[in-house]
C-alpha cells in the first residue's frame, strides 16, 4: 500500500446535509465499491483526504471525501449553525443520499461527529468507525491549543509565505514547505489577502462545557456494537496513552494503531502508515 502512488482524479459531488445546506464532496474509486466516508477535522477540509482516497480506491473501495458545512467548498449556514447535532443530522442525510452502508473515518471533530452518528435514526447506516486522534477524553490542553490556533488570524494574513510560518509555529514536527502552492487549496484570497477555508462562527459553537460531550461521548462509545479502529499519534497533545486506554476500557472490542511519527494531524504526518492502518482494517472486515 505504501508504495500506491496511483492519484485517480476524483469526482465532485453536490450533496444536501440538514436543512438543505450544500455539501461538496470528492468521490474516488468505482461507484460500486465498498463505501467508505471520510470526516476531516475542524478548520480542515476534505483535500485533508486525498491521498489516503486515491490509494484505498485503488484497491476498489468508493472513498467520498465530505466537506463539512462551512468548510471549504461546502456552504456555510446562514443561521451560524454549527452544532455537534447539526454536523451529526448531515452526515446521516449525506449516507442516505450515498447508499451507504458506509465506513466512517473521521478526524478529530470528524471522530465526534461519526461517533455520535452511531446513536441517532439513521445511525445505523455506519458499519464500522475509525477514530483518528480522537477519544471520549481528550487532554484539555491539546484540544486548547487547537481552538487557540484556529482563532487566531481572523483579519488573514497578507502572503502565502505568512501562512506557511503560521503552520509551522503549529505543528513544530513538520518541516514548513519550502513551496507554498499546497496550501492554496486550504485559504481564500479575498482582496489580496489570504483567509482560511472556513467559517470563523464556527467557532461559536465550540463554547460547549467539555464535561457534558465527554459524558455523552462516553455514553454513546458504551453501545458501539460495530467494529471501531482508533489511530493515535504518538506524539499527540489531545489524545493520550490514558485517554487511549480510557476509550478501550469503554469500547473493549476496539482495535488501536500507534503511528510514531504523527501528531494530532496523523493523516497528514505519516500518511503511508495511516493509510496502511485504515486498508487493513478495512479489509479485515470482509463482506
Do not use: C
Amino acid at each position: 500500500m505504501s508504495s500506491a502512488n496511483n492519484l485517480v482524479d476524483p469526482v465532485r459531488l453536490r450533496l444536501r446535509g440538514s436543512g438543505g445546506i450544500e455539501l461538496v464532496a470528492d468521490q474516488y474509486g468505482p461507484a460500486d465499491g465498498p463505501l467508505v466516508v471520510f470526516l476531516h477535522g475542524g478548520g480542515q477540509t476534505r483535500h485533508s483526504w486525498k491521498r489516503t482516497g486515491a490509494k484505498l480506491a485503488a484497491t476498489g473501495m468508493r472513498v467520498v471525501t465530505l466537506d463539512a458545512r462551512g468548510h471549504g467548498d461546502s456552504q456555510w449556514s446562514a443561521e451560524r449553525d454549527y452544532r455537534r447535532e447539526s454536523m451529526v443530522d448531515d452526515l446521516i442525510e449525506v449516507l442516505g443520499q450515498l447508499g451507504g452502508p458506509a465506513v466512517v473515518v473521521g478526524a478529530s471533530m470528524g471522530g465526534i461527529t461519526g461517533l455520535l452518528a452511531t446513536a441517532v435514526p439513521g445511525g445505523t447506516q455506519i458499519s464500522a468507525l475509525v477514530l483518528v486522534d480522537i477519544v471520549t477524553r481528550p487532554e484539555p490542553e491539546g484540544v486548547q491549543r487547537v481552538l487557540d490556533f484556529l482563532g487566531k488570524h481572523r483579519d488573514g494574513f497578507d502572503s502565502l509565505d505568512a501562512v506557511a510560518d503560521a503552520v509551522a509555529d503549529y505543528m513544530p514536527h513538520r518541516p514548513r514547505p519550502d513551496n507554498t502552492d499546497g496550501l492554496r487549496r486550504n485559504l481564500r484570497e479575498r482582496d489580496g489577502r489570504w483567509y482560511w477555508h472556513w467559517d470563523p462562527d464556527m467557532l461559536a459553537d465550540r463554547a460547549e462545557d467539555p464535561s457534558e460531550i465527554t459524558g455523552q461521548m462516553e455514553e454513546v462509545a458504551r453501545t458501539l456494537t460495530i467494529p471501531v479502529l482508533l489511530v493515535r499519534g504518538l506524539q499527540s497533545d489531545v489524545v493520550s496513552a490514558e485517554g487511549a486506554a480510557a476509550f478501550q476500557e469503554l469500547v473493549p472490542h476496539a482495535s488501536m494503531v500507534e503511528i510514531g511519527g504523527a501528531a494530532h494531524t496523523a493523516a497528514g504526518d505519516d500518511n503511508d502508515a495511516f493509510t496502511d492502518a485504515v486498508a487493513e482494517f478495512i479489509l479485515g472486515l470482509g463482506g
